[in-house]
């Protein structure tokens, strides 16, 4: 396992942006998750990146506005978010695991380590 910290969550308005990361101590063979949870909802998986080939993928309530990107040596991974909208509220949280394929949908199920969360807030 690998510890996360994430970081850059905050308060925006509508339309605007932020991005995120996520940081740990060697993120090189890990594959990475974001996921977040709204209050009163489950845990939403919207994007992964894979360890070393880049692929990504989005869930459809985030395709085009947000872009997730990797600095392997910097050992951070970011998502950048634009575009936000009061239905992007939540609780932000990366998750890695070791030599996972980022392929299809973003499970919870799919990953052991995970940061503590870092709160969005999209209000006028």
């Known amino acids: 396992q690998v510890q996360l910290v994430e970081s850059g969550g905050g308060l925006v308005q509508p339309g605007g942006s932020l991005r995120l990361s996520c940081a740990g101590s060697?993120?090189?063979?890990?594959?990475i998750g974001w996921f977040r949870q709204a209050p009163g909802k489950d845990m939403e998986g919207i994007s992964c990146?894979?360890?070393?080939?880049?692929?990504?993928h989005y869930a459809d309530s985030v395709k085009g506005r947000f872009t997730i990107s990797r600095d392997n040596p910097k050992n951070t991974v970011y998502l950048q978010m634009n575009d936000l909208t009061p239905e992007d509220t939540a609780v932000y949280y990366c998750?890695?695991?070791?030599?996972?394929?980022?392929?299809?949908?973003?499970?919870?199920?799919?990953?052991?380590?995970w940061g503590q969360g870092t709160q969005v807030t999209v209000s006028s």
């Open positions: 060697d993120l090189g063979p890990y594959g």
């Open positions: 998750a890695a695991e070791a030599y996972y394929y980022c392929s299809g949908d973003v499970s919870v199920r799919e990953f052991s380590s």
């Open positions: 990146i894979g360890r070393r080939d880049g692929r990504t």
